[in-house]
T-cell receptor
Framework: AQSVTQPDIHITVSEGASLELRCNYS??????LFWYVQSPGQGLQLLLK??????LVQGIKGFEAEFKRSQSSFNLRKPSVHWSDAAEYFC???????????FGTGTKLQVIP | DTGVSQDPRHKITKRGQNVTFRCDPI?????LYWYRQTLGQGPEFLTY????????KSRLLSDRFSAERPKGSFSTLEIQRTEQGDSAMYLC?????????????FGPGTRLTVL
């Protein structure tokens, strides 16, 4: 069965600083990988996804993620964080014929002025 | 709004009561998923429908839980004899089977509080 680990529960960054959120997955085959963002009172919004091809994936809102098979990682990055990026971020892995998705426990991002 | 909708957004009930939630997926999506999210956790898979067929149920889905998707459109999730441990956010998502990346679009969720 697949699993996802997000080792950082909370991260605080200054506005304008760079950001990297860590994600490690466990799955026997090539996974489908996702990053979602959840703001208070909002549903989950997909930031980006990887399932094949270029291992550096560009997403919405200036986010990108890099798939590293050797490290079983799919870290999310943003070069300059905005106050509106404060939210909870979930890494997820999809597998199986209908892509059952398993989520990590999330990383809560706080942005300070 | 053409996204996934869920109703109600909030539900407060007393222990032992039955509750039912509704999910309306994006109209052309044939896959529908239910997840449960508790505080400090990521969403956990509960069940999956392709059209009207329920193809997988998680072990989290005890016999007090039942989900339906008549006619392959909207879905309902019923919890019978609610317990305080059922308090959570219930999320619905939908996707298109022919979408190779299977992007799941999530609704805003129904927050259940069992007193």
């Amino acid at each position: 069965a697949q699993s996802v680990t997000q080792p950082d529960i909370h991260i605080t960054v200054s506005e304008g600083a760079s950001l990297e959120l860590r994600c490690n997955y466990s799955y026997g085959a090539t996974p489908y990988l996702f990053w979602y963002v959840q703001s208070p009172g909002q549903g989950l919004q997909l930031l980006l996804k990887y399932f094949s091809g270029d291992t550096l994936v560009q997403g919405i809102k200036g986010f990108e993620a890099e798939f590293k098979r050797s490290q079983s990682s799919f870290n999310l990055r943003k070069p300059s964080v905005h106050w509106s990026d404060a939210a909870e971020y979930f890494c997820a892995v999809g597998a199986g014929g209908y892509q059952k998705v398993t989520f990590g426990t999330g990383t809560k991002l706080q942005v300070i002025p | 709004d053409t996204g996934v909708s869920q109703d109600p957004r909030h539900k407060i009930t007393k222990r032992g009561q039955n509750v039912t939630f509704r999910c309306d997926p994006i109209s052309e999506h044939n896959r529908l998923y239910w997840y449960r999210q508790t505080l400090g956790q990521g969403p956990e898979f509960l069940t999956y429908f392709q059209n009207e067929a329920q193809l997988e149920k998680s072990r989290l889905l005890s016999d007090r839980f039942s989900a339906e998707r008549p006619k392959g459109s909207f879905s309902t999730l019923e919890i019978q004899r609610t317990e305080q441990g059922d308090s959570a956010m219930y999320l619905c998502a939908s996707s298109l089977a022919r979408d190779r990346g299977n992007e799941q679009f999530f609704g805003p969720g129904t927050r259940l509080t069992v007193l």
